[in-house]
């Protein structure tokens, strides 16, 4: 699986849009982009994935470049239990018996 | 969405004995678990697959004696510590796929 670079930590103002970028250029055709997220002493959370098309869903959006080398994950108004760490994870193809190798993530705070 | 429980959350024992942990898929049925190992302020680290009817597959650098899983039904994954010794404290993780893999709330183990 592709490795991605993530920053180690961000802040975000409570209600505005966090914006938690991902670098992934050696990525393959068949590999999916995923984002989890962990909060404090909790399991991990699925929040969305895509393969080339921008995903949207209840909690977030997933903004995929054009060449796939990067994604960004939006949550559109961030609020303090949005505080975590996010997991950007490439993978083979959704649906198989593929297996989620995590990296160090991006701590995001939430600040008031 | 999906539900996946551990059971306990929480155990201490003593050195050398042996600790037993389950993971749960509650509405869905799993053929495959997987079992992670979190470390505090590190990232989560895939230990093995749980395949239900057949033996695990381990990462390299973990030993199958001495953390053994069973996957016996299509809901239940458990993974055996054996001989626990201090260093095998940590935050034990596991998840179940369905169509994504959705995680457990984790378990504290904590050896004395």
């Known amino acids: 699986d592709a490795k991605t670079t993530q920053p180690p930590s961000m802040d975000c103002a409570e209600g505005r849009a966090a914006n938690l970028p991902c670098n992934h250029s050696?990525?393959?055709?068949?590999?999916?982009v995923y984002w989890y997220r962990q909060i404090h002493s909790q399991g991990p959370q699925y929040i969305i994935h895509?393969?080339?098309n921008n995903e949207t869903n209840e909690m977030a959006s997933l903004i995929i470049t054009e060449d796939r080398k990067s994604s960004t994950l939006i949550l559109p108004h961030a609020t303090l239990r949005d505080t975590a760490v996010y997991y950007c994870i490439v993978r083979v193809a959704a649906g198989n018996t593929g297996k989620l190798i995590f990296g160090q993530g991006t701590t995001l705070q939430v600040k008031p | 969405g999906a539900v996946v429980s551990q059971h306990p959350s929480r155990v201490i024992c003593k050195s050398g004995t042996s600790v037993k942990i389950e993971c749960r898929s509650l509405d869905f049925q799993a053929t495959t678990m997987f079992w992670y190992r979190q470390f505090p302020k590190q990232s989560l680290m895939l230990m093995a697959t749980s395949n239900e009817g057949s033996k695990a597959t381990y990462e390299q650098g973990v030993e199958k004696d001495k953390f053994l899983i069973n996957h016996a039904s299509l809901t239940l994954s458990t993974l055996t510590v054996t001989s626990a010794h201090p260093e095998d404290s940590s935050f034990y993780i596991c998840?179940?796929?369905?169509?994504?893999?959705?995680f457990g709330p984790g378990t504290r183990l904590t050896v004395t």
């Open positions: 895509g393969l080339k």
């Open positions: 998840s179940a796929k369905v169509s994504e893999q959705y």
């Open positions: 050696t990525i393959s055709g068949n590999e999916y």
